[in-house]
């Protein structure tokens, strides 16, 4: 049985709570899942503290390439700034899909040092048929209501490390 071809746009915290070891266990976590991507598949990353940036306008194919730069971009962050989680959920639910026919997957990584909980439970119950969300708690004091509420809104797991 084939698995069809899925899009990924990774959301990672680069606030400054993430300095040291939370970013460098984020890193490790997309290493991981970048490096678990399959030839069909394509992703994004989307970066954020006090304000959000892409990789890409557009999600990319899961290329060498392409998941080599994603990686040398995810390196280049040291954590620094707020945390402004709500205006990062709303762009990657508004990024640019690659394909209409493909099932679209959000995995956050984040300490969730944020006061929107409710609203951002909000915003993801709001966009359940745009994407599935996938949160992963980063840190020794991850804000567990956040990260499994979002996860539980999403309809999706989450994971501390």
């Keep these: 049985m084939s698995?069809?071809?899925?899009?990924?746009?990774?959301?990672?915290?680069v606030?400054?709570?993430?300095?040291?070891?939370?970013?460098?266990?984020?890193?490790?976590?997309?290493r991981n899942l970048l490096g678990r991507?399959?030839?069909?598949?394509?992703?994004n990353?989307?970066?954020?503290?006090?304000?959000?940036?892409?990789?890409?306008?557009?999600?990319?194919p899961?290329?060498?390439?392409?998941?080599?730069?994603a990686l040398a971009e995810i390196e280049r962050q040291h954590g620094g700034g707020g945390t402004e989680l709500l205006p990062a959920l709303r762009q990657a639910f508004d990024l640019p899909r690659a394909r209409t026919d493909v099932s679209r997957t959000i995995?956050?990584?984040s300490d969730g040092y944020v006061n929107v909980e409710r609203e951002a439970f909000a915003l993801v119950r709001s966009r359940l048929g745009d994407a599935n969300v996938f949160a992963f708690?980063?840190?020794?004091s991850v804000n567990r209501h956040l990260i499994e509420?979002?996860?539980?809104?999403g309809k999706g797991c989450r994971s501390s490390s």
């Design 137 to 140: 708690g980063i840190g020794t």
């Design 45 to 60: 990353v989307l970066f954020f503290a006090g304000g959000a940036w892409v990789l890409s306008p557009t999600s990319l």
């Design 107 to 109: 995995v956050i990584a």
């Design 15 to 30: 606030s400054g709570s993430m300095n040291g070891f939370p970013i460098e266990t984020s890193k490790a976590l997309f």
């Design 3 to 13: 698995v069809p071809p899925r899009e990924y746009v990774f959301i990672v915290d």
């Design 149 to 153: 509420g979002l996860a539980g809104a």
């Design 37 to 43: 991507l399959r030839p069909g598949d394509s992703f």
């Design 62 to 69: 899961a290329t060498e390439a392409n998941r080599d730069r």
